[in-house]
């Protein structure tokens, strides 16, 4: 399950408006997370969709390399602290990556402020539950 299929990726600009205007947020260095439920059919839990502002980067090798590693921690992390969080919500999750730090890091920090970030977003899905 360590895939990152095209069916998990948010492309629909339906999707990403209905994201952006009535999802929530927070920040965690160096990532902006949006997220919202809504109720649609769905294959997996969660959409995905990593961005990084082009003001702040301006050459597209920087770009890429940036959502290359955030796509790959995602990858790696998704199904244990993400996907076995979701199984039992009959929602799909949508939820925005924005990087919003201000150097490129290595890899090892993206994937440690990445796991950091998915065990946020449970507590605040789940408050009650002590995860």
Same mark, same amino acid.
């Given at each position: 399950?360590?895939?990152?299929? #095209?069916?998990?990726?948010?492309?629909?600009? &339906? *999707?990403?408006?209905?994201?952006? !205007?009535?999802?929530? *947020?927070?920040?965690?260095?160096?990532?902006?997370?949006?997220? *919202?439920?809504?109720? $649609?059919?769905?294959?997996?839990?969660?959409?995905?969709?990593?961005?990084?502002? #082009?003001?702040?980067? !301006?050459?597209?090798?920087?770009?890429?390399?940036? #959502?290359?590693?955030?796509? $790959?921690?995602?990858? =790696?992390?998704?199904?244990?602290?993400?996907? *076995?969080?979701?199984?039992? &919500?009959?929602?799909?999750?949508? =939820?925005?990556?924005?990087?919003?730090?201000?150097?490129?890091?290595?890899?090892?920090?993206?994937? &440690? !402020? =990445?796991?950091?970030?998915? #065990?946020?977003?449970?507590?605040?899905?789940?408050?009650?539950?002590?995860?």
């Amino acid at each position: 399950m360590n895939k990152f299929y #095209k069916e998990e990726r948010l492309c629909s600009k &339906k *999707s990403l408006d209905l994201l952006f !205007k009535n999802g929530s *947020s927070f920040l965690l260095y160096p990532f902006r997370v949006t997220y *919202s439920f809504v109720a $649609e059919s769905h294959n997996y839990p969660a959409q995905v969709v990593i961005n990084v502002a #082009k003001k702040r980067y !301006k050459h597209a090798v920087d770009r890429n390399l940036i #959502k290359r590693r955030t796509r $790959e921690a995602y990858r =790696l992390q998704k199904q244990t602290l993400l996907y *076995s969080f979701l199984a039992d &919500k009959p929602e799909l999750l949508l =939820l925005s990556l924005q990087y919003v730090g201000k150097q490129k890091y290595e890899y090892a920090f993206f994937e &440690k !402020k =990445l796991a950091q970030a998915l #065990k946020k977003l449970q507590t605040l899905i789940n408050p009650d539950e002590n995860n």
